[in-house]
C-alpha cells in the first residue's frame, strides 16, 4: 500500500532559536504555535515548520553535525507581484542575507532569495501559474 503523498514537518538546524524566532517572528511576521529555548514550532497550513537548536537537533539525530546542505530551497509563494519585494525587504530588517535580487526567471513571476541567519535558503515568489487559495495551499495546476 502506497504511503500517503505529504510532508509533515520540516525541522531546520538554528545555531540560535532566539534569533531564529526573530526572523520569522519579524520577517514574516509568525508566530511560533509552540516556543521553547531550544525548540520552536510553526502552524503552516497542514504542516509545521520546526527550528530546533543545532547541538540538540544533532543529538536526537544521533549525528556529530547538523546543518544547511545547501542542496534545497524553502518557498514562500505571495499573491501579489508587488509583495515580493516588500517580504524580502522584511525579511533582510529582520536579519536575513540575501542570496538573489528579486528578478523575473524564464517561466515568468518573479523570485528572489534570502537566507534565514543559519543560511537556509528561502525562495520568496509569485507565480501566476500557482495560484494561492485563501486557505494559503497551492495545488499544481493540471496538466492535459
Do not use: C
Amino acid at each position: 500500500m502506497p504511503h500517503q503523498q505529504r510532508v509533515s514537518i520540516i525541522t531546520l538546524a538554528s545555531a540560535d532559536v532566539a534569533r531564529s524566532r526573530r526572523f520569522y517572528g519579524e520577517g514574516f511576521g509568525w508566530e511560533p504555535v509552540f516556543a521553547a529555548e531550544e525548540i520552536l514550532f510553526y502552524q503552516l497550513g497542514g504542516m509545521l515548520l520546526g527550528l530546533y537548536r543545532s547541538d540538540d537537533f544533532a543529538q536526537d539525530m544521533d549525528t556529530d553535525q547538523v546543518g544547511n546542505s545547501g542542496g534545497f530551497a524553502l518557498a514562500h509563494n505571495v499573491r501579489r507581484e508587488e509583495d515580493v519585494q516588500t517580504l524580502m525587504s522584511s525579511l533582510l530588517a529582520a536579519g536575513g542575507t540575501l542570496q538573489r535580487k528579486a528578478d523575473a526567471p524564464p517561466h515568468g513571476g518573479v523570485r528572489g532569495y534570502i537566507r534565514d541567519p543559519d543560511g537556509h535558503p528561502w525562495e520568496i515568489a509569485y507565480n501566476p501559474s500557482l495560484p494561492i487559495a485563501l486557505d494559503g495551499s497551492i495545488t499544481f495546476p493540471e496538466t492535459n
